[in-house]
């Protein structure tokens, strides 16, 4: 069950839990992908400790949007930034509050249906450190 | 030419021939940087204005398609909305993305770049200019690598 902090990476799955103190909708979208699923599919994307794992596994577990996706059930991305496609909507009786820190608080959600999510943004810190290494 | 002391400094007097037109002169440190007939200099900077004034336009209304777009979602999310009514709602916006990357969306993207101070991700640029997400990121890996833009701001 890795856990990826540094882009890129991503996940797709069937059903997706994701946490975030920031979470902002998007335009739906019509592309080859969504055509695949017969419908658009939603934007998102997560700010402030965002992170994203794969609850459900796709079923084929392929990679539909990019190969290098994690397809396994625990699988997951944390970072600053997550962007990400769902074929559903969010909504209030799927979303929970949860403690992310001793002061703050966050909401996790689960999405259903189809569900890709990229990390955008790795952790200030660990962006400080890659810049430092290059 | 002749030399002229110019306020701190030397500058340069330049001749020119056909004295019919006007001109435009850019002149840095007393040294003449480029000339420009004066119609010349106003159809550039005509030009370069309304690609700014036309990008500016597109940034505007997309944001604030989506702003429009995300007062729908929370609506539904409030129990406002019936799904059947959203997702009506969601074909009135939804967007088919490009994928094709010109060098005008490169130029409209320095453009943004240049005439704001944010930090837009992959994600962003696509929502903004409707096209897919690995476009955007390629077109910011170009920017980056040719240091239009550094790694805190894009």
Not at chain 1, 33 to 48: I, Q, S, V
Not at chain 2, 48 to 65: A, D, N, T
Not at chain 2, 118 to 132: G, H, P, V, W, Y
Request: proline content about 3%.
């Amino acid at each position: 069950m890795p856990v990826a902090f540094v882009p890129p990476a991503s996940i797709e799955c069937r059903q997706s839990s994701i946490t975030a103190r920031k979470i902002n909708p998007g335009q739906p979208i019509r592309n080859e992908h969504a055509a695949l699923m017969g419908r658009f599919l939603y934007r998102f994307k997560l700010d402030f400790n965002s992170e994203a794992y794969v609850m459900q596994e796709l079923d084929p577990k392929m990679a539909i949007i990019d190969s290098r996706s994690m397809l396994n059930e625990g699988d997951g991305i944390k970072g600053d930034m997550i962007s990400g496609l769902s074929s559903s909507l969010m909504k209030r009786d799927n979303a929970t509050l949860v403690s992310a820190s001793g002061r703050h608080r966050a909401s996790f959600l689960r999405l259903s249906g189809f569900v890709y999510a990229k990390l955008e943004k790795s952790f200030r810190g660990i962006e400080n450190k890659i810049r430092l290494l290059n | 030419m002749e030399n002229y002391d110019v306020l701190s400094g030397p500058a340069t007097l330049i001749e020119i021939p056909d004295a019919k037109n006007d001109y435009v002169a850019w002149v840095t440190g007393g040294q003449l940087v480029d000339l420009w007939k004066s119609d010349a200099f106003v159809d550039t900077i005509r030009n370069r204005f309304s690609k700014v004034v036309s990008v500016s336009g597109e940034v505007i209304s997309s944001l604030r398609r989506n702003l429009d777009f995300n007062g729908y979602y929370i609506a539904h999310i409030l129990d406002q909305l019936s799904e059947e009514e959203f997702c009506r709602i969601s074909e009135e916006y939804e967007v088919m993305l490009r994928s094709e990357e010109t060098e005008e969306l490169k130029e409209k993207i320095k453009i943004l770049f240049g005439i704001s101070r944010e930090r837009f991700t992959a994600s962003d640029l696509s929502n903004i200019f409707k096209i897919e997400e690995g476009v955007a990121e390629h077109i910011l890996n170009d920017l980056r690598e040719g240091g239009f833009i550094t790694d805190s701001e894009g």
